[in-house]
């Protein structure tokens, strides 16, 4: 069972206009929310994150927002810019059962294009 | 200067062979993951260590087998190779720190091809 979904696997964008990526879970212990962005023949590498008692975090042109009771984040940019094109993954995180250390249960990705 | 790094990028192999891959972290982190990331794209964790010791270890068969042998480095030892077991892996580390959010850095990535 997937419990990080990203439901549009692609999404282009016009340079200057926002882009809106999405993300739903289904697990309420996740206690943690982070973006990775991904460039081909590259690792994912780490955006920005959340917290679940926040409803919002903003860094640069970056803002993830979290609806606890929809079980549901976005990743707002804007403006976007070529450079954004890459897979954006939403991942949860939670602490394992022997509360020592922390899991990542991450979506499939979303491709962001965006256009000059 | 590379903070996540994995050897080799690219492993094409008969089904039946045994394989590794070596990820080695310069970040001082405690905790190392690996991850499989399957053909329809999603990145599944599949083990982690912290200061050598597994504490993350899910489903996967015992071919696979991950070696610590010391808190900077995580190898992959993969027996028997299967057609189903090609795809990219990802090394990963992080501080390992329960109480926050523990940023997980990932290395470039092993693309395996099983024929």
């Known amino acids: 069972d997937q419990q990080v979904k990203q439901n549009s696997p692609s999404l282009s964008v016009q340079e200057g206009r926002i882009s809106i990526l999405n993300c739903d879970y289904t697990n309420s212990m996740f206690d943690y929310f982070l973006w990775y962005k991904k460039y081909p023949a590259e690792g994912p590498t780490f955006l920005i994150s959340i917290s679940s008692i926040k409803d919002k975090n903003e860094d640069g042109r970056f803002t993830v927002f979290l609806n606890k009771s929809a079980k549901h984040l976005s990743l707002h940019i804007v403006p976007s810019q070529p450079g954004d094109s890459a897979v954006y993954f939403c991942a949860a995180s939670t602490t394992i059962s022997s509360g020592s250390a922390r899991q990542l249960t991450f979506g499939s990705g979303t491709q962001l294009t965006v256009l000059p | 200067d590379t903070a996540v790094s994995q050897t080799p990028k690219y492993l094409v192999t008969q089904m039946g062979n045994d394989k590794s891959i070596k990820c080695e972290q310069n970040l001082g982190h405690d905790t190392m993951y690996w991850y499989k990331q399957d053909s329809k794209k999603f990145l599944k964790i599949m083990f982690s260590?912290?200061?050598?010791?597994?504490?993350i270890n899910e489903t996967v068969p015992n071919r696979f087998s991950p070696k610590s042998p010391d808190k900077a480095h995580l190898n992959l030892h993969i027996n028997s190779l299967e057609l189903g077991d090609s795809a990219v892996y990802f090394c990963?580390?992080?501080?390992?720190?329960?109480?926050?959010?523990?940023?997980?850095?990932f290395g470039p990535g092993t693309r395996l091809t099983v024929l």
């Open positions: 260590y912290n200061n050598k010791e597994l504490i």
């Open positions: 990963a580390s992080s501080q390992g720190f329960s109480g926050g959010v523990d940023e997980q850095f």
